[in-house]
């Protein structure tokens, strides 16, 4: 059965650095793009960033452009999310998402982690 493991959460301060992890298991996800939703205290679940599944091509969400960079291994069927110049904001719960799609303006998928938390502190 497909699987998502999410590592690397914690507790930063505000200008700090994390690099999450999303170890994919039980199929290869390697031919298709993958993607970090986050969802913060109270809020919806929102789009962060996005890889295409050559690697090549990213797609991140304007609150986090020019922070956070996306990218994978196949070989390691393993995404990342290098997270700097953490803000308060960037405060949630992340979301490793496989086989993610874009229409309707924004991405979506229906392969999901059970989520690594972080939390940023002013």
């Known amino acids: 059965q497909a699987q998502l493991v999410e590592s690397g959460g914690g507790l930063v301060q505000a200008g700090d650095s994390l690099r999450l992890s999303c170890a994919a298991s039980?199929?290869?996800?390697?031919?298709?793009?993958m993607a970090w939703f986050r969802q913060a205290p109270r809020k919806e679940r929102e789009f962060v960033a996005a890889i295409h599944w050559t690697g090549t091509n990213a797609d991140y969400s304007d609150s986090v452009k020019g922070r956070f960079t996306i990218s994978r291994d196949n070989a390691k069927n393993t995404v990342y999310l290098q997270m700097n110049s953490l803000k308060p904001d960037d405060t949630g719960v992340y979301y490793c998402a496989a086989d993610a799609v874009y229409y309707a303006g924004t991405w979506h998928s229906d392969y999901w982690g059970q989520g690594t938390e972080v939390t940023v502190s002013s």
């Open positions: 039980g199929r290869t996800f390697s031919r298709y793009a």
